[in-house]
Every structure is written in C-alpha cells, then in structure tokens.
C-alpha cells in the first residue's frame, strides 16, 4: 500500500502495521515523554535578574528564544495543515501526531521561559521582525513551500510527489536538522559553562526530540523515493544541494550574528563550521555526497546529544530511550 495519498486502504485501519519504521519512531517518542515545567528555573531566573551574564551572552539567548518559538510552530503548522492531508499510511499519521503534540510541547518550552525570565512576549515574538537573519531563515522554509498551501495543490503527478519532498526537505532536513542546529550548540554551550542551566536542558530535551524528527523525515523521504520511480532526477538532486548549501550560509550568517564575540569559549568561525559538518550529515542521510568536509568543531556536543545516537538509533533504542523525564542519551 502506498504511503501517499491513497485511497487504496482505510485510512482508519492503522493494523497490520505496513511501515514497522514509522510505529518504532512513535515508540521512541512516547519513550521520550517530558514536559518544561518539569524543569527548575529559579538558577536561570537569578542568572537573568543578576549580572552572571555578558551582553553578548543575553542576546545569544534572546535570540535563539525568539528563532525557536517561530520556528516550532512553523513546523507544527506544516504537518497539521500540509503534510497530513497527502501522507495517508495510518502509521505515518500516528507518527505526524506525535510530532504534532511534541512541536507543542516545544512551543510551550518558550511560554515556560518566557514566564519565567519575565520577557514581554511582544518583545520575543517581535524577534521576527527585528532580526533580519531570523526572518531569513523562516522564510526561506516557507517559500519552498508554498505550492501545497495552494487550495487547487493534489498529488496526481510526479512533478506533485517532487513538489511534495521540497516540503519535506524544507521542513525536516533544512528547518529542524539544520537551522536549529546553531541555537543548540549555543545554548548547550551556555549551559556547559553553567550558564541558563534550566533552559539548556530544555533544549536538550528538545534537541532529543529534534533528531528522532529528522529520522523519521529522512525515512519518509526514503519510502517516497522508492515507491515513486523517476521522482528523485539527478535534477532534483541537485536542487537539493542547492537548498542545502544556501541554508547553511543563511545559518552561517545567524550564527556568526547571534555570537559576534568568542563568547562561551566558543567562536562564530566554529559555529560556522558545525552548521557545514550537520549540512554534511543530512546530505549523507540522504544519500547525497557530502559538500563542506567540515570536522566536527564541537565533539562534547556530539558525545553528549544526539549525533551518534541518531546513527545507531535503531540499534541502541532499548537502552537509549527509557520512559520519564529522565535525560539519558
Ligand atoms: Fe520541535
Ligand atoms: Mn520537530
């Protein structure tokens, strides 16, 4: 049974289970349940009211708060209103949902801060606007989409199912494996210098469900190209470098803005290069030669997140995910 936009099989009748891999990326989720609140603030809250931090460093946080709340919410949006109308498979739906409930998740991580360091949220929210690379970086993921925002949008063709992995390109491999991927490293960065300790553990646990995201995307993107000869043209390939390249430059420029000092012992030419090593990593996902040769610049990240875990993610899930709020990679 086709993935996409089938009305082959009853879209209610998630048993038997035809893509094992979609239900093992639920599994993984529920596995992973947590909640903000369940993380203390009162550290952050006297770092923020105090004078623990530098300039520089309060706008690194400013602005990764401000990328992220737009950011999560993007995507929330794109899989309710776009992705779930065409990916029918009632067990890639079930996944959508979970993810759907954990971008909330992720978008109430930023009510939680933003409570609690007490920001005007017009002030966070306005981040938008004011910060042209933020706006970039939106924007460059919504205009790869806008062909399924058309009300007339079906998947009758092969040029649609194309049309259809540009969003999931955009969304899953440029918006949550790459442009988030600067604003971890800086806030794991913070947190490893016991700066804003609550909120980078916040963003730990969103990283954790951050790259089961990219996963499931990857795959997905995998089970179209095989069930869809003739979609994934030497053409299309190369637009997706493309797309890939551009998105790191426009991460690179954030990067290098959102951290114009070597604040946290850590330097904008060294982010610059960890958004060339992740480019790297998604291109090899997707089984695209690498482009950068980047070494990673930052391996404590890789030891203590996601990166070697995503690799072994489907070797290593019974004793790398385990039920709680617990956050053990
Ligand atoms: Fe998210
Ligand atoms: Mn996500």
Redesign the pocket.
Known sequence: MPILNTNQHDPNKILPIEYDWAREYYEAGVNNNWVPEEIPMQDDVSQWEGDALTDSERQLVEWNLGFFSTA?SL?ANNIVLALYEYVTAPECRQYLLRQAY??AI?TDTFIYCCDSLGFDPEYMYGMYDRVPAIEQKDEFVVELTQVLDDDGFTIESTADVRELLRDLVGFYIVM?GIFFYAGFAMMLGLKRQNKMVGTGQQFEY?MR??SL?VGFGVDLIDQIRTETPGVWTDAFESEVVELITEAVELEQIYAREACPDDVLGMSAEQFAQYVEYIADRRLGQLGVPEQFGSENPFPWLSEQTDLNKEKNFFETQVTEYQSGGSLEW
């Open positions: 999560e995507t954990e971008e992720h949550e969103i469900d951050e995201h």
